[in-house]
Nanobody
Framework: QEQLVESGGGSVQAGGSLRLSCAGSGTDFSVGSMAWYRQAPGKQRELVARITTDHITRYVDSVKDRFTIFRDNTKNTVYLEMNNLKPEDTGVYYC?????????WGQGTQVTVSS
């Protein structure tokens, strides 16, 4: 059974850093794109960062120059390095993978940034 499991969330003060990890199992996620989404309270889920099979990355404007997405295909894992965190980065962060027309989601990990 295909599965994505996130880890690394937590509570930090503004200006702090966190690294999220998303470990895949049950299939080879290296053949698809992977991404991180987040959902703040009362808001819609939004794409934060995406990385293709060729390691091409794309970010939402609000996190450019602060967040870095990267993947280790040998570990079937994608990461999100988050620096200079702001209170508006607070939310549940979800890992996503897309292989052909199939999308997979993790269960989410909470990130809370206090001012």
């Amino acid at each position: 059974q295909e599965q994505l499991v996130e880890s690394g969330g937590g509570s930090v003060q503004a200006g702090g850093s966190l690294r999220l990890s998303c470990a895949g199992s049950g299939t080879d996620f290296s053949v698809g794109s992977m991404a991180w989404y987040r959902q703040a309270p009362g808001k819609q889920r939004e794409l934060v960062a995406r990385i293709t099979t060729d390691h091409i990355t794309r970010y939402v404007d609000s996190v450019k120059d602060r967040f870095t997405i990267f993947r280790d295909n040998t570990k079937n894992t994608v990461y999100l390095e988050m620096n200079n965190l702001k209170p508006e980065d607070t939310g549940v962060y979800y890992c996503n993978a897309q292989i052909m027309l199939t999308r997979y989601w993790g269960q989410g990990t909470q990130v809370t940034v206090s001012s």
